[in-house]
């Protein structure tokens, strides 16, 4: 008896020194919780999904969370805490508007701090970190800086929102997170770009002066360095008309005509950045007739809308995960706002502001902080099998947080945490861009090509996955009779290669095909481009004089033409920290006008009119590094006095920097292969120099200051003999 008492007394130990929820965590499956004042039923396809993916739905009556008055974010996030462990609650999923499932609004700077943007932010944020302090200082405004420091929060939950009421709204927005959500990884694996442009050079907005901010540019930085390689196909629409347009290579140009035609096609991923409001994003075009000018006023630039939430709202896209890069689109007080409106569309899952979204407009790099940032660490971690989109932003804000706070020194430190709050999360959070499956996705390198009339046009492709077993490939034409041209599908191993004659007298303009992948029931669609253009009739080529190229050493280029031209246009792109721009050569004096545009940030343009035949030099100086650079010509435009144009293909050039003369060459102003006392005797003629001095050259500059001092001439000295 007293054996059967002690082992008694040994069970009771063990229940009430362990919580229930560590005894039976094992056997618990992740929980995808639901709040929302509607019934389950209304998610019925949604519901199986989960399941099938092996979590367990819960589903929570907004009735039923205690709270003293009218229910409250802090309530809501009470209940969450008592729930976390027993219930494993992995996600949340909160069904209803603003108005039945309150956002917390979180303060972003401390009271006195006076800014018109800088205001109190709704966020579901608040509901993913539950165990954190928000309000360290207890004043009752939540999350100000500095008051209650950095919003370096960790998630506990991944929390997505379906910001609508309606019971029918709902049932559809469940069926179409249900679709996405089962469908297949090659299914998915294609990208839509959309980059406006957001600012000019010495533009001017609210007192600062910008730099140039081209969302193409930072469309292509997401796909080069986040998802190429991947096994994801692009298709791109940037910015081309106006003055100084964006000079990246697109399959389309940027308008409402061209994004409206792609919404209701299948994407993954869509990713735009363009000036926003709550119902609408705008480009933003330089209009040419003020071309003249070193950098835009207010007058000389027009904001054609994009997009917007009544086009929307009468849409059905088969879009999957939308990313914004814009203001205020998911503002909860604009009803249905655009990001409201894209979910409602058939979108499963919407990342996008609440309110103003801060970003520099010098950003490059991760270390220039602000929105440009955060989303493109949301794609970075999105793009790793099996992430989620909830765990994606949650992971990217707490990085972000932690280490490029302090980034952004163009707009008030305040806005940091603001895009903490900021960036929400409409639709499923559990949802995947990459499951990880193993069968293979098409990456077509270059989906946009040109070739001229009598020529073969060709397209390569990399092909994922490990298991190819049962893909089929073909090419049709896309509402166009081209039976002239059906490309030819070459497959070898992961390779995949098309190729198209085109007959010789086929006029020039824009050819579309659809490249359809099939794996059994299952299949996928990839748009590729074919411009033809007339035969190239002109040459671009670059030349280092005697083939070594060492630091501060210039670069010639030229540009010939077979004829006279009535126009030319030559837009280039270049690395500013490792190239700069010395002296443009004299065009033809035929030539009436001849203007020269460095627009900074590593793009030039260059424009003649009148009669020219040859611009004959283009001198850049390379600047301090080692290693590859490149300088590419992304668009030549050349009239003649026939009516079409002629056009050559982007191109590269590379340029490689040896290390061994690195050292002795920076000091060797007179090229005489060695450091002597003439570079001495020249950099002395120039000490006391300034940027403001005729006399100046950033050559013997040696420690980039902008002052030739005795500091540059000691540098110099130890580099005597090499």
């Keep these: 008896m007293k054996k059967a008492i002690n082992f008694v007394v040994f069970i009771i130990f063990i229940l009430t020194t362990i919580p229930a929820n560590k005894v039976f965590s094992e056997e618990q499956k992740p929980c995808f919780l639901i709040i929302s004042k509607q019934p389950l039923s209304l998610l019925g396809e949604l519901t199986k999904s989960k399941e099938s993916a092996g979590l367990q739905v819960r589903y929570v009556n907004t009735d039923d969370i205690p709270s003293e008055d009218r229910l409250g974010p802090k309530d809501i996030r009470i209940f969450l805490k008592k729930n976390k462990d027993a219930w494993n609650i992995k996600y949340l999923l909160i069904v209803g508007s603003e108005d039945t499932v309150p956002m917390m609004y979180c303060s972003p700077a401390s009271e006195g701090v006076a800014s018109r943007d800088l205001v109190d932010t709704p966020t579901d944020f608040y509901y993913s970190s539950i165990y954190d302090e928000w309000d360290r ?4 405004r939540v999350g100000e800086y500095p008051d209650d420091g950095v919003a370096e929060h960790k998630a506990d939950i991944f929390v997505g929102r379906i910001p609508f009421d309606e019971p029918k709204t709902i ?10 959500d089962n469908l297949a990884d090659f299914q998915k694996a294609k990208l839509l770009f959309g980059g406006a442009m957001l600012g000019f050079q010495g533009e001017v907005w609210d007192d600062k002066v910008m730099e140039r901010t081209d969302g193409g540019e930072y469309c292509e930085k997401i796909y080069s360095e986040i998802f190429s390689g991947k096994g994801f196909s692009r298709y791109r629409l940037y910015e081309k008309d106006g003055f100084l347009p964006s000079p990246f290579q697109c399959e389309e140009p940027l308008n409402a005509e061209t994004f409206g035609y792609q919404i209701p096609n299948r994407y993954g991923l869509v990713l735009w950045t363009a000036h926003g409001s709550p119902e609408h994003i705008v480009r933003t075009v330089w209009n040419s007739g003020s071309a003249q000018k070193s950098s835009p006023s207010k007058a000389d630039l027009s904001q054609p809308r994009l997009l917007n939430s009544t086009q929307m709202t009468g849409a059905k896209t088969r879009w999957g995960i939308v990313v914004s890069a814009s203001c205020s689109t998911s503002n909860p007080s604009a009803g249905t706002g655009l990001g409201a409106s894209v979910i409602k569309a058939g979108a499963s899952a919407y990342v996008g502001s609440t309110r103003v979204a801060w970003s520099p407009s010098y950003w490059r790099k991760l270390e220039d902080g602000g929105m440009d940032t955060i989303l493109y660490l949301f794609c970075r971690y999105l793009s790793v099998p099996g992430t ?3 765990q994606a932003i949650a992971q990217a804000r707490v990085e972000f947080a932690k280490k490029y706070f302090f ?14 709050y900021n960036f929400n999360l409409y639709g499923d959070p559990s949802v995947c861009l990459i499951k990880g499956d193993i069968g293979g996705s098409v990456e077509i390198l270059e989906p946009s090509i040109s070739a001229s009339p009598g020529e073969v046009a060709k397209w390569e492709a990399n092909i994922s996955g490990s298991d190819l077993t049962g893909n089929i490939f073909q090419v049709i034409p896309d509402k166009q009779d081209m039976s002239w041209a059906v490309p030819e599908v070459v497959i070898a191993g992961n390779k995949l290669v098309l190729t198209a004659e085109i007959p010789s007298s086929v006029p020039n303009g824009k050819r579309f095909w659809i490249l359809h992948q099939k794996r059994g029931d299952l299949s996928s669609q990839i748009l590729i481009v074919l411009n033809i253009v007339p035969k190239p009739e002109a040459s671009f080529g670059f030349s280092s004089g005697d083939g070594v ?3 501060f050493s210039r670069v010639k280029s030229s540009l010939n033409l077979t004829q006279k031209t009535k126009y030319l246009e030559v837009t280039l792109k270049y690395d500013p920290d490792k190239i700069k721009f010395v002296s443009i050569g004299q065009p033809s004096k035929k030539s009436d006008v001849f203007s020269f545009f460095d627009n900074h940030f590593g793009l030039a343009y260059i424009r003649i009119s009148g009669a020219s035949e040859v611009l004959p030099l283009i001198s850049f100086r390379v600047m301090k590094f080692v290693g590859k ?10 009239m003649t006095d026939r009516p079409e144009a002629l056009a050559i293909q982007s191109k590269s050039f590379e340029i490689a920097i040896g290390e061994k003369e690195l050292w002795i060459s920076r000091a060797d102003f007179d090229r005489s292969g060695k450091v002597d006392s003439f570079d001495l005797a020249l950099l002395l003629s120039r000490i006391g120099c300034t940027k403001q001095d005729p006399k100046y050259d950033p050559v013997y500059d040696l420690d980039d200051n902008g002052l030739i001092d005795f500091i540059d001439y000691s540098l110099a000295f130890k580099r005597i003999s090499g």
Excluded: Y
Excluded at 171 to 180: G, L, P, R, T, Y
């Design 171 to 180: 049932s559809e927005i469940s069926k179409s997170i249900a679709e996405f």
């Design 629 to 638: 650079t490149s300088i590419d010509v992304s668009k030549i435009v050349a």
């Design 137 to 140: 200082d207890g004043d009752g």
């Design 407 to 420: 980034g952004d020194i163009e707009d008030p430190i305040e806005s940091a945490q603001m895009n903490i």
């Design 549 to 551: 190229i060492i630091p």
């Design 388 to 390: 989620s989109v909830g």
